[in-house]
């Protein structure tokens, strides 16, 4: 998408000095803006494998244990009527912070959100930050611990 308004940029540009119009050049304007907003709010690339310990991560350089993971969503994630799930992007919370993979990845990625399921819930543990402990106590107290 991003060539496209950058190729209409660059035939408004051409067209005005070829032209000698300065108006040409002008309507090029709203179409460099909007190339260089789709160039610059593009997520960053990721690079990584998996190993038996975790998601190793190249680019950025993190490794992300299967234990620290605390939960998998898969955003836009929609069943279509044969039970398959449409792909979106990947979230995984871990104890550091948050990361977003991308859909487009050099494998299906739902068979990556679906491993990266069991492996948090066969890993993760039932730890409650700090900030929700009286919460989860309360839910506890009032649901017990089986359903909470």
Request: charged letters at 15%; proline letters at 7%; aromatic letters at 6%.
């Amino acid at each position: 998408m991003t060539l496209l308004w950058a190729s209409l940029a660059i035939v408004f540009l051409l067209a005005g000095a070829w032209q000698n119009n300065i108006h040409l050049c002008l309507a090029a304007a709203p179409f460099i803006a909007i190339t260089l907003g789709l160039a610059l709010s593009r997520p960053p690339q990721i690079a990584g494998h998996l190993d038996e310990g975790g998601l190793v991560l190249t680019h950025p350089p993190i490794a992300i244990p299967y234990d620290s993971i605390e939960s998998v969503a898969m955003k836009g994630k929609i069943q279509d009527v044969n039970g398959t799930l449409q792909s979106g992007p990947i979230c995984v919370s871990h104890r550091a912070g948050t990361l977003l993979i991308p859909p487009q990845l050099n494998m299906p990625v739902n068979d990556l959100y679906r491993y990266l399921l069991v492996q948090s819930e066969m890993s993760g543990s039932r730890e409650v930050p700090d900030r929700l402990r009286e919460f989860y106590a309360k839910e506890v107290e009032s649901f017990g611990v089986d359903r909470v």
